[in-house]
């Protein structure tokens, strides 16, 4: 008995009368080189890979016309109103936690600054100049207790934080050797 739908096994590929011929064959635009898809993936198919892909496109911007209408497409997925929303707080890959606030002067791609720059920030009643450095006394770069934070330039940083390395050294060699 035959289910609908069904293509016995002797009958999958060139021996399936729908056959059409299996993968269609291309010239990718970037690298030259041949390559094969489904041809579900139609006649569209221009490159490779995805690195070919990202070549070609390097450089190319949206249109404002297209920027207007994505903006107006999706407001209802930005900042408080994103479903996802977890009040605008959370750590990034170097263990840093950011904040969203979206009108600060230095805030990154993501509308987001970190925090322990806000806390020092919000102490100096002033925004940080770029050469201002704050620094976690404890190394522990979550904690942004304010007792725990010191503002520092660059050069002062380097120094501070080659001191603190070689404070560190000492301690341990005195614990290794008693």
Known sequence: MA???HIPWDR???NNPNWRGG???FQCLICKNEFK?????????????????????????H????????RKNSPHLSGEKHPRWKGGKH??????VLIYQPKHPHKNSFNCVLEHRLIIERYLGRYLKPGEVVHHLNGIVDDNRFENLALCNNKTH???????QEKIR???LLTTHN
Do not use: D, W
């Open 12 to 14: 999958k590929g060139k």
């Open 170 to 172: 000492e301690l341990e």
């Open 23 to 25: 993968l269609l064959t």
């Open 63 to 70: 249109s404002n016309l297209t920027r207007q209408k994505m």
């Open 91 to 96: 750590k990034n890959s170097s263990g840093y």
């Open 3 to 5: 289910i609908k739908g």
């Open 158 to 164: 380097h120094i501070f934080i080659k001191k603190l």
């Open 37 to 61: 898809v489904n041809p579900c993936r139609g006649i569209k198919v221009k490159y490779c890979s995805l690195k070919c892909m990202g070549i070609a496109n390097k450089g190319k911007r």
